[in-house]
């Protein structure tokens, strides 16, 4: 691999006055800096070529094959709810949405149709044990929910909504880790119950939770939190009648490595669904910045792995631990893709993973394997664990355990999507909720947008095309409003689809002269317009052509390729070789569409009998590309309907790639 790096990006710029009218700027020669800089960006591009062999769908087969039905780590052992599913399935969940392969969400299903009964109950669960570890599985439950729609789903993730509502906490208000373990705080807990409890809030319009959410950081930080290294304790005990408690600060002794990685990845994890509006969320983001800056300081230079006891990498017996390396490596990458952390931060996890790869990552007997991982580390409890030195260094370390395993995957998802991360880096997709503005009730009652939305995970949603954005280093935004010159400012991509008709919308909003002025102009300053229209009986044509003709564009009222049933080669595109805008798909589906009329400046990019199907114009600095369909909706992105042949979810990556790489903004 060869590469040509800029001067600027190594070298820092100093302002030199030469007159009183005149300022020049010279760069320093600093033969120091400017190596280490070079390093580091070798460093980066070397780790995304090692991290490119796609080892999640490696180990997600080996997860597959271990555990085809759910997890059961003991041959004759009643296989119970446990928190060790909910991590692998994440990884799994990130998969699926990275792939569109139903084979991933159909694991995610049958694991959870194992507990999950008709009427919602979940067997081998008791709210009665308090039990925050038994939350952890509720984002499993959600993600169904909103894809499937159905009821058990959500009863069930309601179920453990409700042990939140009650369950025992400190007088301060954080939770207790167990019932059984009193007054107690364990970093542990803050994965098991935060993300879901801030999914579910999220969702369910429990605006007030992000207080109670954010105060169990605040509070886990406070008390467990050592001034000097910045690393957290293991656990905090507010009585301290514990055992392992100090008597004056009620810390527990040590600083585990896992617990660390349980803690950052609860706080990337929160951060994704936590509103961006909220003034903790600043308190949330300094924790997760001091977080990532003390792990920074631990990290083995050598393998750029962590140790079990994270500040003692030189005590007899310590070892680096997989399990703990991965989630620290999760945490600090997806933290610097949701733009929380800055960008040196991606450079440890970097050097994380390819140590995980170079000294846990094992082929064997045709099966990828993950080493050294820890199987078990608590306190308190029968027999008692005293959080001693000599206790940690007791558990046994396992090939392939649970919690290191969803951890990797975890962590393989977000570093294999760092290569195509700079396509969109600084950019915003913004998607309209004006001219297509349909609602609906949910379950709650509560009227919120659907169809052709981010945030809808069913067949109607734009969810998974979402992600595709997410994982390209896009960010995602919606515009409910008129478009106007300010609002469309900070935008790469305006997406307007399917307009509605008055049978979808009392008072739909249609296209007017000044909305058509405003796009245009915004178009021709270099933005990138993307207009998706739908078949003859299912959307608005004629205002909405008045804005398609101004780029030499005008949708048919018409429906082709109509399929009866799922006759799938009735609605089949094949994709010529070497196509501008769709590199790797070859074959797509996309059914009753209305055609393209296209006249300068426009020109045709995919046609059928005849029939122009899709076409891109260029306008001033911008460009535009038009469809007849939405198209790239869940139903025909997520692998459940679709037979394999039909390259769908490719077809979406390549058009968000060619949208991110192709307009000015």
């Known amino acids: 691999m060869s590469s040509v790096v800029h001067c600027s990006l190594l070298l820092p710029c100093t302002r030199v006055r030469r007159n009183d009218d005149e300022e020049n700027y010279q760069c320093r020669d600093q033969k120091e800096r400017k190596m280490k800089k070079l390093i580091t960006i070798v460093l980066l591009f070397a780790g995304v070529q090692l991290s490119a062999q796609n080892w999640s769908a490696k180990m997600a087969e080996t997860v597959m094959t271990i555990w085809k039905d759910s997890l059961q780590m003991q041959p004759g052992k009643p296989v119970k709810w446990t928190y060790d599913q909910g991590v692998i399935l994440k990884g799994i969940e990130g998969l699926w949405l990275r792939t569109g392969d139903k084979k991933y969400f159909d ?45 058990k789903y959500y009863k069930a993730a309601a179920t453990l909504r409700d042990q939140l509502r009650t369950h025992p906490r400190t007088k301060e208000g954080g939770f207790w880790h167990k019932q059984i373990y009193p007054w107690q705080m364990w970093l542990d807990g803050l994965y098991m119950g935060q993300p879901f409890y801030t999914e579910w809030a999220k969702q369910f319009h429990e605006d007030t939770a992000f207080n109670d959410i954010a105060r169990q950081f605040i509070l886990m930080e406070r008390y467990s939190r050592d001034d000097k290294t910045g690393l957290l304790y293991h656990g905090y005990d507010e009585s301290r009648e514990q055992q392992w408690a100090d008597k004056t600060t009620g810390r527990s002794p040590h600083v585990w490595g896992r617990a660390m990685g349980w803690y950052g990845m609860a706080l990337a994890d ?51 631990e997989a399990s703990a390396s991965c989630m620290l490596v999760y945490a600090l990458a997806k933290g610097v893709r949701l733009g929380v952390l800055p960008a040196k931060f991606l450079i440890v996890a970097q050097k994380g993973y390819d140590g995980i790869i170079a000294n846990f990552i094992k082929t064997e007997n045709g099966q990828v394997n993950l080493h050294g991982t820890v199987s078990v580390s608590g306190l308190g409890g029968k027999p008692y664990r005293d959080g001693s030195y000599d206790y940690y260094m007791s558990e046994k370390v396992i090939v392939n355990d649970p919690k290191g395993v969803g951890a990797f995957l975890l962590a393989s998802n977000e570093i294999e999507t760092v290569a195509t991360q700079k396509s969109g880096k600084n950019k915003t997709i913004t998607l309209d909720h004006y001219f297509n503005s349909e609602t609906r009730k949910d379950i709650t009652g509560t009227t919120v947008p659907f169809h052709y939305v981010w945030d809808e995970m069913d067949n109607n949603g734009f969810s998974l095309l979402g992600n595709i954005f997410k994982f390209n280093g896009a960010k995602i935004n919606v515009l409910a409003e008129a ?8 935008s790469s991509v305006y997406i307007i689809v399917d307009p509605d008709t008055e049978k979808e919308s009392a008072n739909p909003n249609y296209m007017q002269p000044e909305h058509v002025k405003t796009i245009y102009n915004w178009v021709k300053d270099g933005g990138t317009l993307v207009l998706m229209s739908n078949d003859s009986i299912n959307a608005e044509f004629d205002h909405f052509n008045t804005l398609a003709e101004k780029f030499g564009l005008h949708f048919n009222k018409d429906s082709k390729n109509r399929v009866k049933d799922n006759n799938f080669e009735e609605g089949a595109l094949t994709i010529p070789t070497n196509h501008p805008i769709f590199k790797t798909a070859k074959k797509v589906y996309i059914k009753e569409l209305s055609t393209l009329q296209v006249n300068n400046p426009a020109k045709t990019v995919l046609a059928k009998d005849g029939d122009n199907i899709i076409a891109v114009a260029k306008v001033g600095k911008g460009t535009v590309f038009a469809v007849g369909d939405p198209w790239f909706y869940n139903e025909y992105l997520d692998g459940r309907k679709l037979p394999p042949e039909y390259e769908n979810y490719k077809a979406a990556t390549d058009l968000v790639q060619w949208l991110l790489n192709n307009g000015q903004k």
């Open 107 to 151: 694991y995610i299903q049958k694991s959870m149709d194992f507990f999950v009964e008709a009427d919602g109950s979940i067997r081998t669960y008791k709210l009665s044990n308090y039990n925050i570890d038994n939350v952890l599985c509720g984002r499993n439950l959600l993600t169904l929910y909103n894809v499937l729609g159905k009821e």
């Open 270 to 320: 929160v951060l994704e669904n936590f509103p961006e509006d909220h003034p903790k969320r600043d308190s949330i983001e300094q924790i997760l910045t001091r977080f990532a800056t003390a792990v920074t300081k631990y990290q083995d230079k050598k393998t750029g792995l962590w140790y079990d006891i994270v500040d003692l990498p030189n005590r007899e017996k310590n070892y680096v």
């Open 483 to 490: 478009p106007e010159y300010e609002n469309l400012s900070g």
